[in-house]
């Protein structure tokens, strides 16, 4: 078992920046995969972004590569989403997921935190 708490979402203007958090408890925080997820109102629950167990991999969504990086800190047991340039249709639920596969399917993992809002406003 692994327990996930998100934290650092806001409001924030087009163009301005967010570092989301995911502090980690429970299981070994190496044995994860990690990722972030986001869900606009009405909308399905979309892949971000995802980190290795190594933290030696990352992949991103299209919406956001160039703008979005994801780390990791073992010695915190947290993972993190730096969000630059950011723009309207970023608004959504963030939600931080761990599992032990590396991937971008929502079903790839086993484990999620509560969300975090995220609005950008134009």
């Known amino acids: 078992q692994v327990q996930l708490v998100e934290s650092g979402g806001g409001l924030v203007q087009a163009g301005g920046s967010l570092r989301l958090s995911c502090a980690a408890s429970?299981?070994?925080?190496?044995?994860?995969?990690m990722g972030w997820f986001r869900q606009a109102p009405g909308k399905e629950r979309k892949f971000v972004a995802a980190?290795?167990?190594?933290?030696?991999?990352?992949y991103y969504a299209d919406s956001v590569k160039g703008r979005f990086t994801i780390s990791r800190d073992y010695a915190k047991n947290t993972v993190y989403l730096q969000m630059n340039s950011l723009k309207p249709e970023d608004t959504a639920v963030y939600y931080c997921?761990?599992?032990?596969?590396?991937?971008?399917?929502?079903?790839?993992?086993?484990?999620w935190g509560q969300g975090t809002q995220v609005t950008v406003s134009s």
């Open positions: 429970g299981r070994a925080f190496g044995s994860y995969a």
């Open positions: 980190i290795s167990r190594s933290g030696g991999d990352t």
């Open positions: 997921a761990a599992g032990v596969v590396f991937g971008t399917m929502r079903s790839e993992y086993g484990y």
